[in-house]
């Protein structure tokens, strides 16, 4: 690839930027409609949970799988054919007849946006070759991951309190358009010098561990955890990702390269992500159920009640990014571990009349703790690979992230649906105190891991793979 200017890769940066926001916005921005959803297509709790969950699980289990082809075939084209897919479900979404077709539909905008996510970190880690220019790219590619999920639920309110839950849909479509055509005309086309061979067995076992796993804990409420089926499906995952493990250890080149996670720093990076994202997934699906059904309030109320915790995100993920430049992982990560903690722990003291000065506080404190932890897992999953793999590298941080959001929606989901009999609104505070305990228990993996993986030992561990690993 001939080397570009400067406004050339800022702006191939701004376009690879836009797609993120598209499919990280995606993955927040349905949560204030779910009410209206149930009221239209007759959902229960555990049907809200996979409008959500069929979105984030598939895009989790393909996005290593869209890395490593579109190192290999190409990455603008991929790019393309991914974006091109995502508006395609985002249409038919907005036209779903019934809760199953919603949930369909919701899975063909998966398979785009794990087609977009890791390329769009490729394209970006190939464009800029200078490592101190590359770094403040990545930072920013950091900062919109938080600011557009954050956001998502103020957007949606604004959408579905003007236009119904079928405009959070509508609007992907000519922003998509617009991305696919600025693709086309600014964005070059790259490929690896040497991509991973397709991994069909992998492949596989990744999709069923994590597609087994979610289907037990989202359903098992509702069916019984001793049941023959959901025993089964727990038994699935068990196997799936013991049989994963193997595999992967033993072909020349796995979908997973295991060995990176000898390193102290990156596989701590995986598991940080995963524990903050299941603390995003579930507090944003914990305060649309509390916000619109307990207390009453508009999606559009709903959605700027969220603000604060939007408005916190998009000042601190910049700050994180130069943090990390300067200082290192830890004292970010540190930040985000006890805001995680501190503000669970305040939403367990909700009621229905809970004031607006204590929801405000802790949505603060909860929008500066997820602003602070994207950059130290984008850097550090970026930075423990070499750049021809940056689609998978960039595929394992973002597989962790919707892995995570995946869970924390389930889990808290399951809590809920376990706790609640009659309507929604009866029991819920209740119900969501176990839930708002779960939050905050992820949130003291996140700060145990800041202390445990960014000291000496932890370098040591990362010297000794191939690749450097950032702190």
């Not at 809200?48 to 799988?65: F, G, K, N, R």
């Not at 974006?83 to 019934?98: D, I, M, N």
């Not at 063909?108 to 794990?114: D, I, T, W």
């Not at 190939?126 to 403040?136: I, L, Q, S, V, Y």
Request: net charge positive; hydrophobic share 55%; charged share 10%.
């Amino acid at each position: 690839m001939a080397e570009l200017t400067r406004r050339h890769r800022y702006l191939v940066l701004g376009i690879c930027c836009l797609s993120l926001f598209l499919v990280s916005t995606d993955n927040t921005i349905v949560n204030v409609a779910l009410p209206s959803m149930r009221a239209d297509l007759n959902a229960s709790v555990s049907g809200l949970q996979w409008i959500i969950d069929a979105y984030t699980l598939v895009v989790a289990s393909l996005l290593m799988l869209g890395g490593s082809m579109a190192d290999k075939y190409g990455r603008k084209r991929f790019f393309l054919i991914g974006t091109g897919t995502f508006v395609l479900g985002s249409l038919l979404c907005s036209v779903a007849p019934s809760l199953g077709w919603l949930v369909a539909f919701r899975m063909l905008q998966a398979v785009g946006g794990s087609m977009m996510n890791p390329v769009a970190m490729s394209i970006i880690t190939n464009t800029f070759t200078d490592p101190k220019e590359r770094a403040g790219a990545i930072g920013m590619w950091g900062a919109v991951v938080g600011i557009s999920m954050s956001a998502g639920p103020a957007l949606g309110g604004v959408l579905v309190t003007g236009a119904g839950w079928q405009s959070i849909f509508w609007i992907n479509v000519p922003v998509g358009i617009f991305a696919l055509a600025m693709t086309l005309k600014f964005v070059p086309e790259s490929k690896a010098e040497h991509a991973r061979k397709f991994d069909p067995v992998g492949q596989f076992l990744i999709f069923a561990f994590l597609a087994s796993l979610v289907f037990t804990i989202i359903e098992g409420p509702a069916k019984g955890w001793g049941s023959p089926l959901i025993v089964l499906t727990g038994a699935v995952a068990v196997g799936s990702l013991v049989g994963l493990l193997v595999v992967e250890s033993r072909i020349e080149e796995p979908l997973i390269q295991l060995k990176f996670f000898r390193s102290a720093p990156f596989s701590g990076a995986t598991v940080i992500a995963v524990c903050a994202f299941a603390s995003l997934g579930g507090f944003l699906f914990l305060n649309t159920l509390y916000l619109q059904d307990v207390r009453g309030y508009s999606p559009l109320h709903a959605g700027l009640y969220t603000l604060p915790m939007a408005l916190m995100t998009l000042i601190f993920a910049p700050i994180s990014g130069r943090i990390v430049g300067t200082m290192g992982a830890r004292v970010p990560l540190l930040v985000a571990g006890i805001g995680f903690v501190t503000s669970a722990l305040m939403l367990t003291r909700l009621t229905p009349t809970t004031s607006f000065a204590w929801l405000a506080v802790a949505y603060v404190i909860f929008g500066i703790s997820f602003g602070m932890v994207n950059a130290p897992i984008t850097n550090t999953a970026v930075s423990g690979m070499p750049r021809s793999q940056a689609g998978v590298a960039s595929a394992i941080a973002s597989t962790s992230r919707q892995v995570g959001q995946s869970l924390g929606v389930a889990v808290v989901g399951a809590i809920v649906t376990a706790g609640i009999v009659g309507e929604i609104s009866d029991g819920f505070t209740a119900a969501a105190v176990p839930a708002w305990f779960v939050i905050a228990g992820a949130g003291v993996v996140v700060t145990v891991l800041a202390v445990v993986t960014t000291g000496r030992w932890a370098r040591a561990t990362a010297d000794r793979i191939d690749q450097p690993v950032l702190v």
